[in-house]
């Protein structure tokens, strides 16, 4: 400070000398070239009524004292005197273009335009003056809008604009690497076209601009939308008035604290937070205003450089100060700096051009019309324009000036400068000891980002696997049961190579398990792309083999027990095995087809993130691991679709054989079980999958859990009761094996059902009848070949009828199907041709029956007719039907004529 005083002391004599000498040349024009004054016009808002009129006075003293030191300058504009006119702007766009016009009727001619101040009153003027082939030079307007070179070619600023903030905020984003920002500003065009070549920039150089918010009265909803977005780094644009609304909503909405960043201007006044103003739809107090804004950045212009060297002018921007503070009296204004180099600009540029020019006159005598050379030069001077003011080093790019931005932060209410970016060598200065961070570090853009890759628990997995095991074991035990017994007739009757079927399918269905539980911790991506494969070959081929071979059986039953015409139907394995091989065909189809065309790989893809639940600032984002093709919701819809059919239609077919229970199909009640089983196994688990894609253990889980349920309740459904058979019957020597349905349930059809009437029921009784007289002629017969034999074997005859076993009559009918030769050694098999006697003792019972059998359920096992609406006539192709099935073919004809006795007396409903 001494040296300072020093200094002072010491040009002070200087400084008074030269200004009497100012005062002594200027007002006078002397035609002998001693001294030539150059022009300027000047305008200014003189008026009381606007925030601009405080402008002006702030800044006349500044451009006073620089047309002082200019003047008296002998490096700069010897022998010249430059001279500014005032004119009166008012403020108002019709009063400053009036003035403009009568600056430049008035004589003598103006060679610049310095100020405007008002944004109404300086765009009208920069669009007019390149007219008149003039150059506009502004101190104070910052608006966008200004730089459109187009509109405005000639128009200069030594302020920089708003759009100039933008570089520092950009440096300032990259400093702290934060790449990911939202913005929010008043619909203004003003802010508007600020937020737009923000934006731009923030594109070019790779930061992410997330969300744009906008607000006119009430900022509620942009505020909303940029919480919505989970952004911390939040730029702002909106004027002082708008920001106790935009930070009362902040901090409403808790978009503040350590975690938060807000960018914003720093020209708001220094009681904006003081909600004592006159702002009244502010609903937050002072303290709330503090507490929100506490810790924002803010870029504003740098009043003065804070250099000590020394300016254009001869003196450093402290020495500058000191005059100017001198000067003021009590006016002051932050852009007096700026204006103060405008007006050396102006100065340097003439200097320039008078260099290049032969004659002054061109300058004294200019005519705006005509002197585009020396308009030229002007322009190329100013673009060319490089010295050190009071401001920092002043240049231009297309018209804006490249200056010095200072970065503040708001600590206790007050700005604090923490460094500065210099536009024209891109250079951030920054300390960052000085920046007081509420979490004690500069917060990050974004969560810190944990993507976890998502993986079937090892504890679940080995424990589903175990279960998966023990079904393969029970599998592989009942398929040995299935080989070790297949001769028993139990077993035999149930068509035991078709059970083998169900077995293989029950085997892959769990195998499929395994491979389901699979993940990029046990494989190589290639390998992993070879078990997708296998997870939609092995379920598919398990499904068809198992479900399509209950749903073959279950076709047989339903094909010979609900013809009503009960014609000879012979359905073998070989047909059953054909069925479920074209089953498995249209699976190879679908199968082969997906996996040339369009196989599976597998994806990796993010979940939905989840906050940490230790409370610290960290994102944890699940990586989940799917099998997926291009196209494969085209080859999902294919298989669903044919699987949906086959199960639909084996529910049918369950459905209407559910009460059917023959020695022939003897678990037929037991695959009907199983496919309704299997049906709404698949169809729960196949929509709950769907809602668990985010959770492989609960994918896992739920998709496992289904298969060995549905499979292992289909083994046992189909093989229990078997292994209970084989345990009561060890050998297979059983004899009582009937054909039985639940009470007043089955019927051949529903229209034979209806169709039993009392005319039917005559006919039934006349057919009977008619059978007893056939059955007595057929037995005088036989005893009238009894009687031409040998008297002397009387003794053999009385053995073989006592060889014969107790007569089953009914009604006089033999049902011995079929008859044996009496002498064979199948002859004890025959049955004792009832007498006459025995007919007439039981046609009463008979009677009684018939007549009661559609309304009342009687036993009719020892009455002469059949139950269940078929009559005897109708019985004998059911029985050969029976007979001929693979089943019965690979039968002994023992077994074959105690099965098909035993089938033809099923029990009365």
Same mark, same amino acid.
């Given at each position: 400070?001494?040296?300072?005083?020093?200094?002072?002391?010491?040009?002070?004599?200087?400084?008074?000398?030269?200004?009497?000498?100012?005062?002594?040349?200027?007002?006078?024009?002397?035609?002998?070239?001693?001294?030539?004054?150059?022009?300027?016009?000047?305008?200014?808002?003189?008026?009381?009524?606007?925030?601009?009129?405080?402008?002006?006075?702030?800044?006349?003293?500044?451009?006073?004292?620089?047309?002082?030191?200019?003047?008296?300058?002998?490096?700069?504009?010897?022998?010249?005197?430059?001279?500014?006119?005032?004119?009166?702007?008012?403020?108002?766009?019709?009063?400053?273009?009036?003035?403009?016009?009568?600056?430049?009727?008035?004589?003598?001619?103006?060679?610049?335009?310095?100020?405007?101040?008002?944004?109404?009153?300086?765009?009208?003027?920069?669009?007019?003056?390149?007219?008149?082939?003039?150059?506009?030079?502004?101190?104070?307007?910052?608006?966008?809008?200004?730089?459109?070179?187009?509109?405005?070619?000639?128009?200069?600023?030594?302020?920089?604009?708003?759009?100039?903030?933008?570089?520092?905020?950009?440096?300032?984003?990259?400093?702290?690497?934060?790449?990911?920002?939202?913005?929010?500003?008043?619909?203004?065009?003003?802010?508007?076209?600020?937020?737009?070549?923000?934006?731009?920039?923030?594109?070019?150089?790779?930061?992410?601009?997330?969300?744009?918010?906008?607000?006119?009265?009430?900022?509620?909803?942009?505020?909303?939308?940029?919480?919505?977005?989970?952004?911390?780094?939040?730029?702002?644009?909106?004027?002082?008035?708008?920001?106790?609304?935009?930070?009362?909503?902040?901090?409403?909405?808790?978009?503040?604290?350590?975690?938060?960043?807000?960018?914003?201007?720093?020209?708001?006044?220094?009681?904006?937070?003081?909600?004592?103003?006159?702002?009244?739809?502010?609903?937050?107090?002072?303290?709330?205003?503090?507490?929100?804004?506490?810790?924002?950045?803010?870029?504003?212009?740098?009043?003065?450089?804070?250099?000590?060297?020394?300016?254009?002018?001869?003196?450093?921007?402290?020495?500058?100060?000191?005059?100017?503070?001198?000067?003021?009296?009590?006016?002051?204004?932050?852009?007096?700096?700026?204006?103060?180099?405008?007006?050396?600009?102006?100065?340097?540029?003439?200097?320039?051009?008078?260099?290049?020019?032969?004659?002054?006159?061109?300058?004294?005598?200019?005519?705006?019309?005509?002197?585009?050379?020396?308009?030229?030069?002007?322009?190329?001077?100013?673009?060319?324009?490089?010295?050190?003011?009071?401001?920092?080093?002043?240049?231009?790019?297309?018209?804006?000036?490249?200056?010095?931005?200072?970065?503040?932060?708001?600590?206790?209410?007050?700005?604090?400068?923490?460094?500065?970016?210099?536009?024209?060598?891109?250079?951030?200065?920054?300390?960052?000891?000085?920046?007081?961070?509420?979490?004690?570090?500069?917060?990050?853009?974004?969560?810190?980002?944990?993507?976890?890759?998502?993986?079937?628990?090892?504890?679940?997995?080995?424990?589903?696997?175990?279960?998966?095991?023990?079904?393969?074991?029970?599998?592989?035990?009942?398929?040995?049961?299935?080989?070790?017994?297949?001769?028993?007739?139990?077993?035999?009757?149930?068509?035991?190579?078709?059970?083998?079927?169900?077995?293989?399918?029950?085997?892959?269905?769990?195998?499929?398990?395994?491979?389901?539980?699979?993940?990029?911790?046990?494989?190589?991506?290639?390998?992993?792309?070879?078990?997708?494969?296998?997870?939609?070959?092995?379920?598919?081929?398990?499904?068809?083999?198992?479900?399509?071979?209950?749903?073959?059986?279950?076709?047989?039953?339903?094909?010979?027990?609900?013809?009503?015409?009960?014609?000879?139907? #012979? /359905?073998?394995?070989?047909? +059953? $095995?054909?069925?479920?091989?074209? =089953?498995?065909? *249209?699976?190879?189809?679908? !199968?082969?087809?997906?996996?040339?065309?369009?196989?599976?790989?597998?994806?990796?893809?993010?979940?939905?993130?989840?906050?940490?639940?230790?409370?610290?600032?960290?994102?944890?984002?699940?990586?989940?691991?799917?099998?997926?093709?291009?196209?494969?919701?085209?080859?999902?819809?294919?298989?669903?679709?044919?699987?949906?059919?086959?199960?639909?239609?084996?529910?049918?077919?369950?459905?209407?054989?559910?009460?059917?229970?023959?020695?022939?199909?003897?678990?037929?009640?037991?695959?009907?079980?199983?496919?309704?089983?299997?049906?709404?196994?698949?169809?729960?688990?196949?929509?709950?999958?769907?809602?668990?894609?985010?959770?492989?253990?609960?994918?896992?889980? #739920? /998709?496992?859990?289904?298969? +060995? $349920?549905?499979?292992?309740?289909? =083994?046992?459904? *189909?093989?229990?009761?078997? !292994?209970?058979?084989?345990?009561?019957?060890?050998?297979?020597?059983?004899?009582?094996?009937?054909?039985?349905?639940?009470?007043?349930?089955?019927?051949?059809?529903?229209?034979?059902?209806?169709?039993?009437?009392?005319?039917?029921?005559?006919?039934?009784?006349?057919?009977?009848?008619?059978?007893?007289?056939?059955?007595?002629?057929?037995?005088?017969?036989?005893?009238?070949?009894?009687?031409?034999?040998?008297?002397?074997?009387?003794?053999?005859?009385?053995?073989?009828?006592?060889?014969?076993?107790?007569?089953?009559?009914?009604?006089?009918?033999?049902?011995?199907?079929?008859?044996?030769?009496?002498?064979?050694?199948?002859?004890?098999?025959?049955?004792?041709?009832?007498?006459?006697?025995?007919?007439?003792?039981?046609?009463?019972?008979?009677?009684?029956?018939?007549?009661?059998?559609?309304?009342?359920?009687?036993?009719?096992?020892?009455?002469?007719?059949?139950?269940?609406?078929?009559?005897?006539?109708?019985?004998?192709?059911?029985?050969?039907?029976?007979?001929?099935?693979?089943?019965?073919?690979?039968?002994?004809?023992?077994?074959?004529?105690?099965?098909?006795?035993?089938?033809?007396?099923?029990?009365?409903?």
């Amino acid at each position: 400070m001494t040296t300072l005083n020093t200094r002072l002391a010491k040009i002070a004599p200087i400084l008074v000398l030269q200004y009497i000498m100012l005062n002594t040349v200027l007002g006078v024009q002397t035609e002998d070239g001693m001294a030539i004054r150059l022009n300027f016009a000047a305008m200014f808002p003189n008026t009381t009524e606007r925030p601009e009129g405080e402008i002006a006075r702030g800044v006349k003293p500044a451009i006073d004292l620089a047309l002082r030191h200019i003047n008296n300058s002998t490096k700069i504009l010897p022998g010249y005197i430059l001279n500014m006119e005032e004119y009166d702007t008012k403020c108002d766009m019709a009063v400053g273009t009036k003035a403009f016009f009568d600056a430049m009727v008035d004589e003598p001619p103006k060679l610049f335009v310095l100020g405007g101040i008002c944004s109404n009153v300086t765009a009208p003027i920069a669009e007019a003056v390149s007219a008149w082939n003039l150059i506009q030079i502004s101190y104070a307007n910052t608006e966008p809008f200004l730089s459109e070179r187009e509109k405005y070619p000639t128009f200069f600023r030594t302020v920089p604009s708003e759009t100039d903030f933008n570089p520092a905020t950009l440096k300032l984003l990259e400093h702290f690497n934060w790449t990911r920002v939202a913005s929010i500003h008043h619909n203004d065009p003003r802010f508007s076209l600020a937020q737009n070549k923000m934006s731009s920039i923030m594109d070019m150089n790779g930061i992410k601009v997330v969300t744009v918010a906008d607000f006119d009265d009430d900022p509620t909803t942009a505020i909303q939308t940029i919480k919505e977005s989970q952004v911390r780094i939040i730029l702002g644009f909106f004027p002082t008035e708008e920001a106790q609304k935009v930070f009362c909503q902040i901090y409403k909405e808790h978009l503040y604290g350590d975690k938060y960043v807000w960018i914003l201007p720093g020209w708001y006044t220094k009681e904006w937070q003081n909600m004592n103003s006159t702002i009244t739809d502010v609903e937050c107090t002072t303290n709330e205003m503090i507490q929100a804004s506490e810790g924002y950045l803010a870029t504003d212009l740098l009043p003065l450089s804070t250099s000590d060297e020394e300016t254009i002018s001869g003196f450093s921007a402290i020495e500058y100060l000191l005059q100017y503070n001198e000067e003021r009296n009590d006016v002051y204004n932050v852009l007096h700096g700026y204006a103060y180099d405008g007006v050396w600009v102006i100065a340097t540029v003439l200097d320039k051009v008078l260099n290049k020019l032969s004659n002054s006159s061109s300058l004294t005598q200019f005519q705006y019309d005509k002197d585009n050379e020396v308009f030229h030069l002007f322009m190329e001077a100013m673009n060319d324009t490089s010295f050190t003011g009071v401001t920092g080093i002043l240049k231009f790019n297309n018209g804006d000036r490249l200056g010095t931005i200072i970065l503040g932060q708001n600590q206790g209410g007050y700005q604090v400068k923490i460094g500065e970016y210099h536009a024209y060598n891109d250079v951030l200065e920054l300390d960052e000891e000085i920046i007081l961070w509420r979490g004690g570090s500069p917060p990050r853009d974004r969560p810190i980002i944990r993507r976890v890759r998502h993986e079937v628990s090892l504890v679940l997995y080995i424990g589903v696997c175990s279960l998966a095991c023990v079904g393969i074991i029970l599998a592989l035990i009942f398929l040995f049961f299935n080989l070790r017994f297949r001769n028993h007739r139990y077993v035999k009757m149930s068509s035991p190579y078709i059970n083998n079927l169900i077995i293989v399918g029950a085997i892959l269905c769990y195998l499929s398990i395994f491979s389901l539980g699979l993940d990029g911790r046990h494989l190589s991506e290639n390998n992993f792309d070879a078990v997708c494969t296998i997870q939609a070959w092995l379920l598919a081929l398990g499904f068809t083999l198992a479900y399509g071979a209950m749903f073959a059986k279950t076709w047989r039953v339903y094909s010979i027990f609900t013809d009503i015409k009960l014609k000879k139907k #012979i /359905i073998k394995d070989s047909k +059953l $095995f054909g069925l479920v091989g074209a =089953l498995v065909f *249209v699976d190879l189809l679908i !199968l082969l087809s997906w996996g040339i065309s369009d196989p599976l790989k597998r994806i990796e893809e993010e979940g939905s993130p989840q906050s940490d639940t230790e409370g610290r600032d960290i994102t944890i984002v699940p990586i989940l691991q799917h099998c997926k093709s291009s196209r494969m919701t085209i080859w999902m819809s294919a298989i669903y679709a044919y699987k949906g059919v086959l199960m639909v239609f084996g529910c049918f077919l369950a459905w209407e054989t559910r009460h059917v229970s023959i020695p022939a199909l003897n678990d037929s009640k037991y695959i009907g079980m199983s496919v309704y089983n299997v049906v709404v196994m698949c169809t729960v688990g196949a929509a709950l999958s769907f809602f668990t894609p985010s959770s492989p253990d609960a994918s896992f889980g #739920i /998709i496992s859990v289904f298969i +060995l $349920f549905s499979t292992t309740v289909t =083994l046992c459904l *189909v093989f229990i009761p078997k !292994l209970h058979q084989l345990k009561r019957d060890p050998v297979g020597e059983e004899r009582k094996i009937r054909c039985t349905t639940t009470k007043a349930s089955y019927r051949i059809s529903a229209t034979a059902n209806n169709s039993i009437n009392s005319v039917k029921y005559q006919k039934l009784k006349a057919e009977n009848l008619e059978l007893h007289r056939i059955l007595t002629e057929k037995e005088k017969e036989i005893s009238a070949l009894l009687d031409k034999l040998k008297p002397d074997n009387s003794e053999n005859e009385d053995n073989f009828q006592n060889s014969l076993p107790d007569a089953q009559q009914y009604g006089g009918i033999f049902i011995g199907v079929p008859l044996l030769d009496v002498n064979s050694e199948s002859s004890n098999k025959l049955a004792n041709i009832p007498s006459k006697a025995s007919h007439d003792s039981s046609e009463t019972t008979q009677d009684k029956c018939l007549e009661n059998h559609i309304e009342n359920n009687c036993n009719c096992l020892e009455i002469p007719l059949m139950e269940n609406q078929i009559s005897f006539a109708h019985l004998i192709p059911l029985l050969k039907t029976l007979r001929e099935t693979d089943i019965l073919s690979d039968s002994s004809d023992s077994e074959c004529d105690e099965l098909t006795t035993a089938t033809a007396m099923p029990s009365c409903m």
